[in-house]
């Protein structure tokens, strides 16, 4: 995809996003809400940060299986360390520092041992989520400072906090990706890795902090998580690396890498939010949901190849021409 294609993606997103707000707010009884506006926000939460990082991760031409998996052991250290009678303060920065080692386990696994991401994410995605049971089994822990709980749920509004949270760390990121030097670098990455290499740019090393910075937001999501549900449990964010990575995809980030945008990515955020939170007001069954995002996961790779594919078979004006 080339920016312009990029950038009809993005519109065509916009306008699906906008057309389903409107089909569920006039058709969906309670969706236009400020309540349910609210918690639509509030329940996308953790995939948009997650989605922040992965977007930087897919663009290098890389992936990560593992974050929900990461979030779920930060929330089971999170749970174990309350237990044991540490203050919160001191608890949060540890779960940061267990997403940053997850992801610098994924990271050396990658750069230095040169195995896939794939392979190896999906195996520390069942790692995590294993040591997260053994530290914490399966209880919950559900006896959280009321002061953090209910901040994760405060809202100025209809926007949560979180909210708050997310448009900050997504301006960051997206100056990040598309206004500076390492931005450049990740595109140039995830474009032709061995031109990456021989024009200078340190491509193990962008890769691993890449990893580290997609292990630390998991983290920092745990908590998001954990607070805005007041338990701490081995379980939380079973199944969150799905919508995760239909979300980067359905942005128009390419899975090959190279390519994508952070605004298309939130809008694809929005877009995988809104479709679920109408369809759950509407009575659908939470299989017609997973349906629904393997669908629009599945579409968000087919769609932007197919045009690929379409266009190179398309004769330009100057081939499809008969020379005389």
């Known amino acids: 995809m080339n920016t312009d294609v990029l950038r009809r993606w993005e519109t065509l997103i916009a306008v699906l996003l906008a057309g389903v707000a409107v089909w569920a707010s006039l058709g969906v009884d309670g969706f236009a809400g400020d309540s349910n506006v609210s918690f639509l926000l509030l329940d996308t939460t953790e995939i948009a940060l997650m989605a922040l990082t992965m977007t930087l991760v897919i663009v290098a031409a890389e992936i990560d299986l593992s974050v929900a998996s990461t979030l779920g052991l930060s929330c089971a250290v999170l749970g174990a360390l309350w237990n044991a009678g540490l203050p919160i303060e001191a608890i949060m920065p540890i779960c940061l520092l267990v997403g940053a080692a997850c992801g610098a386990v994924n990271g050396l696994l990658v750069t230095r041992l040169g195995l896939p991401s794939l392979a ?3 195996g520390t995605f069942a790692l995590f989520r294993g040591l997260a049971y053994v530290i914490l089994g399966d209880q919950a822990v559900a006896d959280l400072p009321p002061a953090y709980t209910g901040l994760a749920t405060s809202s100025i509004g209809p926007v949560p906090l979180a909210t708050v949270l997310v448009a900050v760390l997504a301006v960051v990121a997206a ?24 024009s200078g740019i340190r491509v193990k090393r962008i890769k691993l902090w890449l990893f580290v910075a997609s ?6 999501a745990s908590l998001v998580y954990t607070f805005r549900y007041a338990s701490a449990r081995a379980d939380n964010g079973m199944g969150l690396e799905l919508a995760v990575v ?3 995809l359905l942005g128009g980030v390419s899975i090959f890498g190279g390519k994508g945008t952070l605004p298309g990515v939130l809008m694809a955020v929005l877009l995988l939010g809104v479709v679920r939170n109408a369809l759950i007001l509407a009575d659908v069954a939470n299989e017609v949901l997973n349906f629904v995002t393997g669908l629009l996961l599945v579409a968000s790779v087919l769609a932007p190849n197919l045009g690929a594919a379409r266009r190179r078979r398309t004769p330009s004006p100057v081939e499809g021409k008969s020379v005389s």
Not at 175 to 198: K, Q
Not at 215 to 220: C, I, P
Request: glycine share 12%; aromatic share 6%.
């Open 246 to 248: 239909a979300a980067v």
């Open 120 to 122: 190896v994410t999906i």
């Open 215 to 220: 292990g630390v937001m998991a983290s920092l």
């Open 175 to 198: 100056l990040v990706l598309h206004a500076t030097g390492l931005g450049r670098s990740i595109v140039a990455i995830g474009a032709n890795v061995e031109a990456a290499y021989f």
